[in-house]
């Protein structure tokens, strides 16, 4: 609010030689920008309070300013004069110099009419410096998720309510076969991408967006322009406006194919292992750092009477006598702190119920990929008959 004086000197100077006509007086005195009267060629009839706030001037310092002062030097005001001239008015965006010569952003709103049958020029102006800055860093932001948008390795594609492309990445567009321009603007639902399923996982997200907030991600099969059929994983969000209304849906498509193609192949090379596992008659473990069995086949379950599941997380003094079982994990402690070998041991095993075989036992140390020790991995082979041949020899020479 405005000190009674410099009210009081408002009022004054506007009843002098160039005053406002009054209907203006209450616009220069509440608009909320900076407002000038001033002649074409640029000389200042009136200003308000909010030119010097802005300025930086003092009032009676305009009096012998020329408008043009407060622009930057490179205007081009005969330009400027005419084409408010031609139109009555004009609206524009240019920077204001303050006394103190810093520059700063500002928005001019200009109007001309006739003022003592002379041609007379109100110019209204706002400082912007706070929406430059803001569209700077909206600029900004676009940027980095724009290029976030074309840098990821997924494709990802932006929907309208009806389905159709208003937005799609390179990734994208190489995955599908296709030229972004030919993409944007169809329905994404209605090109022959999607194959039943896949197209059943769309709308499933779609749907689960809506009632959850949250869609799973899916795994699908679609098809490229070529007729390539692609394994792909969906997963998808909403974008939302300020007020938090839907605006658009984003789908975002990962190609799985090479992922898919090493499971197939890992799985192969699993099943192999397996039946390799399962078959040979020797006995074959795994245990980790703590001595447990992690993995087993089943000649060394059926050994102890048990399925490989039921040996699973269980050591050998489950399964062994005492001392037997003391033995093998004095064995398994040296392997695991000196990383050594054991190959081709013989020894007697003696199980729980009494029973007794003898094996040739062969343990290695298993490694992760840094190097580091993280358990053992053991193979028997049962040479009880072959120790009996023995024996039966070992008789028949002493006779």
């Given at each position: 609010m405005l000190e009674e004086p410099e009210k009081k000197s408002f009022e004054a100077k506007s009843k002098g030689s160039h005053s406002v006509d009054g209907r203006y007086t209450t616009l220069f005195?509440?608009?909320?920008?900076?407002?000038?009267?001033?002649?074409?060629?640029?000389?200042?009839?009136?200003?308000?309070?909010?030119?010097?706030?802005?300025?930086g001037y003092e009032w009676d310092e305009f009096t012998n300013l020329s408008f043009r002062e407060i622009f930057p030097a490179s205007t081009d005001w005969p330009?400027?004069?005419?084409?408010?001239?031609?139109?009555?008015?004009?609206?524009?965006?240019?920077?204001?110099?303050?006394?103190?010569?810093?520059?700063f952003p500002v928005d001019v709103s200009t109007s001309l009419f006739t003022?003592?049958?002379?041609?007379?020029?109100?110019?209204?102006?706002?400082?912007?410096?706070?929406?430059?800055?803001?569209?700077?860093?909206?600029?900004?932001?676009?940027?980095?998720?724009?290029?976030?948008?074309?840098?990821?390795?997924?494709?990802?594609?932006?929907?309208?309510?009806?389905?159709?492309?208003?937005?799609?990445?390179?990734?994208?567009s190489e995955l599908f076969g296709l030229e972004k321009d030919s993409m944007i603007g169809n329905n994404f639902l209605s090109m022959g991408f999607l194959t039943g399923e896949s197209l059943s996982i769309v709308v499933k997200q779609?749907?689960?967006?809506?009632?959850?907030?949250?869609?799973?991600?899916?795994?699908?099969?679609?098809?490229?322009?070529?007729?390539?059929?692609?394994?792909?994983?969906?997963?998808?969000?909403?974008?939302?406006?300020?007020?938090?209304?839907?605006?658009?849906?984003?789908?975002?498509?990962?190609?799985?194919?090479?992922?898919k193609q090493a499971e197939i192949k890992l799985s192969r090379q699993h099943g192999m292992l397996q039946t390799l596992l399962d078959n040979i008659p020797d006995s074959i473990y795994f245990k980790d750092v703590e001595n447990k069995f992690i993995m087993v086949n089943?000649?060394?379950?059926?050994?102890?009477?048990?399925?490989?599941?039921?040996?699973v997380s269980r050591?050998?003094?489950?399964f062994l006598s005492e001392a037997q079982a003391k033995k093998a994990f004095e064995?398994?402690?040296?392997?695991?702190s000196t990383g050594k070998f054991i190959i081709n041991k013989v020894e007697k095993i003696t199980h729980v119920d009494g029973t007794e075989r003898w094996v040739s036992v062969t343990k290695v140390p298993r490694f992760d990929s840094e190097g580091n020790i993280i358990g053992t991995a053991g193979i028997s082979r049962d040479i009880t008959e072959w120790k009996k041949l023995e024996q039966m020899y070992e008789n028949s020479q002493k006779q």
């Open positions: 005195e509440q608009v909320n920008a900076a407002a000038f009267l001033t002649t074409l060629d640029g000389k200042i009839l009136e200003s308000n309070l909010k030119s010097c706030e802005l300025l330009q400027l004069v005419d084409e408010i001239s031609a139109k009555g008015g004009i609206n524009f965006e240019t920077e204001n110099i303050r006394k103190d010569g810093s520059h003022m003592d049958k002379k041609p007379v020029m109100l110019a209204l102006i706002w400082d912007i410096t706070d929406r430059k800055k803001a569209e700077k860093k909206l600029k900004e932001s676009e940027e980095k998720y724009r290029g976030l948008f074309e840098c990821t390795t997924d494709g990802i594609i932006v929907l309208d309510a009806r389905g159709e492309m208003l937005g799609v990445n390179s990734q994208a779609f749907e689960e967006l809506l009632y959850d907030k949250m869609a799973k991600s899916h795994e699908a099969e679609i098809l490229s322009k070529n007729g390539k059929t692609l394994d792909i994983e969906f997963s998808s969000f909403f974008l939302f406006k300020k007020d938090n209304e839907l605006d658009n849906f984003v789908i975002i498509v990962r190609d799985i194919s090479d992922r089943k000649t060394k379950a059926a050994h102890s009477n048990v399925t490989p599941e039921e040996m050591t050998d003094f489950d064995d398994d402690e040296e392997i695991l």
